[in-house]
């Protein structure tokens, strides 16, 4: 059977495959379903812009390693939201507001960069 060649880059790697031409028919629907998985891992565009007073960032980059609360828990200016573990150092986030978490944006584990929602609070 014939084969051909592709170099395929995913998330910057490279990687030379090659491929029976009878199942070059199925590489495009392969690509169809990475993509849309990658698509639902990603928070929805409206969350994402939704950024205001209500809405706790990240101050800066890390990796979520506790979250003390979960949603519809009411808070206080001073309750700590998550800690965050950047350069061996923890950081506790607090609420910053009175309110009720209406929606929590990570999870432990999550890697969040500077700047992008940890929490809504109303």
């Known amino acids: ?8 880059i995913l998330d910057g790697e490279v990687y030379e495959v090659e491929v029976d031409d009878n199942l070059l028919e199925n590489i495009e629907d392969i ?6 998985e990658k698509e639902e891992e990603r928070p ?20 979520v390693v506790e979250i003390r609360v979960k949603e519809n828990t009411r808070v206080t200016e001073e309750t700590i939201i998550l800690i965050i573990e950047a350069m061996k150092t923890q950081i506790e986030i607090k609420a910053g507001k009175n309110g009720i978490v209406k929606k929590l944006y990570v999870k432990e584990g999550d890697v969040i960069k500077e700047g992008k929602p940890i929490a809504l609070i109303q």
């Open 1 to 8: 059977m014939p084969k051909r060649r592709f170099r395929i």
């Open 31 to 36: 690509l169809k379903r990475i993509s849309k």
């Open 44 to 63: 929805p565009q409206e969350e994402k812009l939704s950024i205001d007073s209500n809405v706790i960032v990240s101050p800066i980059t890390g990796k």
